[in-house]
């Protein structure tokens, strides 16, 4: 019993630092990729070859392809997360730097409570909630804002927009996915999501011809590195972890990596990336986590 208990502490660990710092240290791949590949191709190349991993050892152990409904359900959730949200997350990853955008994505729990909210009225605003929102709000607008005086530059404007529209789509995608029927297994509904993003990514990446800008022997080896980070670490091992941390702990538990990867990903960016930490950076990203906190705990006691 205890030799048990033993491997699955260290499993637990294990899967924690995975989704801590390996889903905060995506961020940084990114950037580096992106600078050197257009972003969308970019985004195609991880989503697809995680994808065929993903769908591919689901079907090598006989799992049953979805029905036409499900099938249905699992492009919208595609179009939704990988081509929008992540196709505008590797675009302002070139104009914001990668610490920023993971702050601004983690404002994803903020518009999923307002749209629980407002549309589906599934939750109540509380005074809690309510000033939660406007910390992180106030957040938002410490990173944005150019006329604070609080030295470093605010963000690129477009970049901003889109790091905030993906953000908004990723929260429709997860108020639906409690609706739409989809697969049972997990792991294969992720990876078909995967797949059929990648899908999207690349007609959308060669409409807007990117393919011309695309020249792999010029691409350093770094960048092809950072690819094969995202597909193997940031994709395959990292979501593999994810859903055995959701069958062995709470997903209160397991939610707290929303928490750590915008530290995780702003610490990285400024050790190994230079970019800059300085007032305006913490106070944006403290006011946007102390919402997520707020916002996430009480939505958990709420359920």
């Not at 695309?214 to 593999?240: N, R």
Request: charged residues 10%; hydrophobic residues 55%.
């Amino acid at each position: 019993m205890a030799d048990k208990s033993g491997n699955l502490a260290w499993k637990t660990l294990l899967a924690f630092a995975i989704i801590y710092f390996v889903w905060g240290s995506t961020f940084f791949a990114i950037r580096v990729g992106v600078h050197e590949m257009p972003p969308l191709l970019f985004a195609a190349l991880r989503f697809l070859a995680a994808g065929l991993a993903l769908t591919g050892w689901m079907a090598a152990r006989g799992e049953p392809l979805p029905n036409k409904r499900q099938w249905i359900s699992v492009l919208l959730l595609a179009f939704l997360i990988f081509l929008v949200d992540y196709g505008l997350l590797f675009w302002a990853e070139q104009r914001v730097p990668s610490g920023i955008a993971a702050v601004m994505m983690a404002t994803i729990p903020a518009f999923i409570a307002l749209a629980e909210i407002v549309f589906l009225r599934t939750q109540k605003l509380t005074a809690r909630l309510a000033l939660a929102l406007i910390v992180g709000i106030c957040g938002v607008g410490v990173l944005l804002s150019r006329s604070l005086n609080l030295g470093g530059a605010a963000i690129e404007f477009s970049g901003a927009i889109a790091l905030i529209a993906g953000a908004i789509s990723w929260s429709i995608a997860s108020v639906l996915s409690k609706k739409l029927p989809l697969p049972p297994s997990k792991v294969q509904s992720s990876g078909l999501q995967m797949l059929l993003g990648g899908a999207l990514l690349t007609i959308t990446s060669a409409s807007l011809g990117e393919f011309h800008n695309f020249h792999p022997a010029s691409i350093s080896p770094e960048a092809w590195f950072a690819l094969l980070y995202l597909i193997v670490f940031g994709s395959i091992i990292g979501f593999t972890a994810y859903v055995w941390l959701i069958h062995h702990e709470s997903p209160t538990k397991v939610g707290t990596y929303a928490y750590v990867n915008p530290v995780v990903a702003v610490l990285l960016g400024y050790f190994a990336g230079g970019e800059a930490l300085g007032v305006r950076t913490i106070i944006g990203t403290l006011c946007i986590l102390v919402s997520i906190i707020v916002i996430t705990t009480t939505r958990a006691k709420a359920a």
